[in-house]
């Protein structure tokens, strides 16, 4: 790959279009679910395992039943995603409010 091609595979990366939404990470082990919201919602999961694997996660009831199951016993699921066209204001507004309202529907902790 010459370097031409490679800067204009990352200029193209950083400007795809990212998506904002909410998400909820459920225990199949215990039935605990957490919610959270994300501005980047496709790869959320990815970051999330990884501070999960390295005993770094922000969510200390989150980290503490990873530790206690096996990763196996985990499941990813996003639950709502935001159009592209709101602005950065909307966007964590509605982010705000969405997350509330999954959290509260599934009886979850908010993450």
Not at 48 to 54: E, I, N, T
Not at 71 to 79: M, N, S, V, W
């Amino acid at each position: 790959m010459t370097g031409a091609a490679r800067k204009d595979l990352i200029a193209a990366y950083k400007e795809r279009p990212t998506i904002a939404g909410v998400f909820a990470v459920m225990c199949t082990a215990t039935g605990q679910t957490w919610v959270g919201q994300s501005r980047h919602i496709d790869t959320q999961q990815n970051g999330l395992w990884f501070a999960l694997k390295q005993g770094a996660s922000p969510f200390a009831s989150l980290q503490q039943a990873w530790k206690a199951h096996t990763p196996e016993d985990f499941r990813f699921e996003q639950l709502d995603r935001l159009s592209p066209d709101l602005s950065d204001m909307a966007r964590k507004d509605e982010l705000k409010k969405r997350a509330a309202l999954w959290a509260n529907r599934l009886q979850a902790d908010l993450i």
